[in-house]
């Protein structure tokens, strides 16, 4: 079966940093995505990674190594409204994206 | 604000019921995707249409329905409500059918009683 996994809760306190892991089993990958969802609202595109690497984007930074089947998200400078659920999910062969639980990240002043 | 439009926001109804919701993509975009979320649940996908064409299908109970109009908005019909349908249900649109993010609507909230 396919298998996405991502830490339920973090907790991570303001002007850090913290890296949320994924890990995932996919019949066949074609790029894995993360999102940010504020409780209630919709989910938000951060990243894309189809090859393995680092990519950053300001405040944020996404990892990818398909070898091994595992990626993080890596946000620095943690600010309060970076509380929020992040989810991880992967396309596969048929492009259909597999979606993670995401991780609820609690950031405390 | 992504661009992507869903009506209503909100919507109570009963058991045994049926509702709709709808759903208009960015403009440009072909291909609309139906998700369901439950209360601190994750997203589970429910159909994806790309330029009128049911494309693929997720967790969709066979009491769920959507199609596609030519325009590109989308309708997601929900029949005989039952406690448990009660959720978040959001639309997203992408304008490729692969390797292209989603943008999502704000959702609509869905309380059956």
């Avoid at chain 2, 325009?71 to 997601?76: A, F, G, I, R």
């Amino acid at each position: 079966g396919q298998n996405i996994d991502q830490p339920t809760e973090m907790t991570a306190t303001e002007g850090a940093i913290v890296q949320i892991n994924c890990t995932y089993q996919t019949s066949g990958f074609n790029g894995l995505f993360w999102y940010q969802q504020h409780a209630g609202e919709a989910p938000t595109f951060l990243s894309y990674n189809v090859l393995d690497g680092l990519e950053e984007k300001g405040r944020f930074s996404s990892f990818l190594s398909r070898s091994k089947g595992y990626s993080y998200l890596l946000l620095k400078e943690l600010q309060m409204k970076d509380s929020a659920s992040y989810l991880c999910a992967v396309m596969d062969s048929n492009y259909q994206l597999i979606w993670g639980a995401g991780t609820k990240l609690i950031i405390k002043p | 604000d992504s661009g992507v439009t869903q009506t209503p926001k909100h919507l109570i109804t009963a058991t045994g019921q049926r509702v709709t919701l709808r759903c208009s993509p960015r403009s440009g975009d072909l291909s609309v995707y139906w998700y369901q979320q439950s209360l601190d649940q994750g997203l589970q996908f429910l159909i994806q249409y790309y330029n009128g064409e049911e494309r693929a299908k997720g967790n969709i109970l066979e009491r769920f329905s959507a199609q596609q109009f030519p325009d590109l908005h989308s309708e997601l019909n929900l029949s005989s409500l039952e406690l448990g349908d009660s959720a978040l249900y959001f639309c997203a649109s992408s304008v490729e059918r692969e390797y292209s993010e989603q943008y999502f609507g704000p959702g609509t909230r869905l309380t059956v009683t």
